[in-house]
């Protein structure tokens, strides 16, 4: 299985788990009608619902990606994201990856840009194997002594 769909995967349950846990305790902390409208709302009104999940979803990237240029898929993976010199991705980098997520149907230019999507190629980062370009960065530090 491709290690991008899998992070895309494994991120989506992770999402979903966050999202779920964020609004049951948002929920509960509201009175029993204000939370039957809220479940309402989510279940019924496409707005509210894409409003709330792209809320999560940039934030969840947004967090993960700057802090640490990983998500839950790819610590799985064992993949990080990096720029074009194999650095860690900047915040404005990483908040333009997070961003073109949230168009619907972004998915959909893996199929035009293979093993990269467009939210790579907008903010000119790359996922990588971590142990890979950990070894790489070493040949090449050891070639400059």
């Given at each position: 299985?491709?290690?991008?769909?899998?992070?895309?995967?494994?991120?989506?349950?992770?999402?979903?788990?966050?999202?779920?846990?964020?609004?049951?305790?948002?929920?509960a902390n509201t009175s029993p009608a204000m939370g039957k409208e809220i479940i309402g709302r989510f279940i019924t009104n496409n707005i509210?619902?894409?409003?709330?999940?792209?809320?999560?979803?940039?934030?969840?990237?947004?967090?993960?990606?700057?802090?640490?240029?990983?998500?839950?898929?790819?610590?799985?993976?064992?993949?990080?994201?990096?720029?074009?010199?194999?650095?860690?991705?900047?915040?404005?980098?990483?908040?333009?990856?997070?961003?073109?997520?949230?168009?619907?149907?972004?998915?959909?230019?893996?199929?035009?840009?293979?093993?990269?999507?467009?939210?790579?190629?907008?903010?000119?980062?790359?996922?990588?194997?971590?142990?890979?370009?950990?070894?790489?960065?070493?040949?090449?530090?050891?070639?400059?002594?």
């Open positions: 299985m491709d290690k991008r769909f899998l992070n895309f995967f494994i991120d989506s349950i992770a999402i979903s788990v966050l999202l779920f846990i964020g609004l049951t305790i948002y929920i509210f619902q894409y409003t709330i999940t792209s809320t999560f979803t940039l934030l969840y990237y947004n967090f993960l990606e700057t802090i640490t240029a990983t998500t839950v898929g790819k610590f799985f993976t064992n993949t990080i994201v990096v720029d074009e010199y194999g650095n860690k991705a900047g915040h404005e980098a990483i908040m333009i990856r997070s961003l073109v997520r949230i168009i619907p149907l972004y998915w959909i230019s893996f199929l035009l840009i293979p093993k990269r999507g467009l939210h790579d190629a907008l903010s000119k980062t790359f996922v990588v194997n971590k142990r890979l370009l950990e070894e790489k960065k070493n040949e090449f530090h050891e070639i400059q002594k």
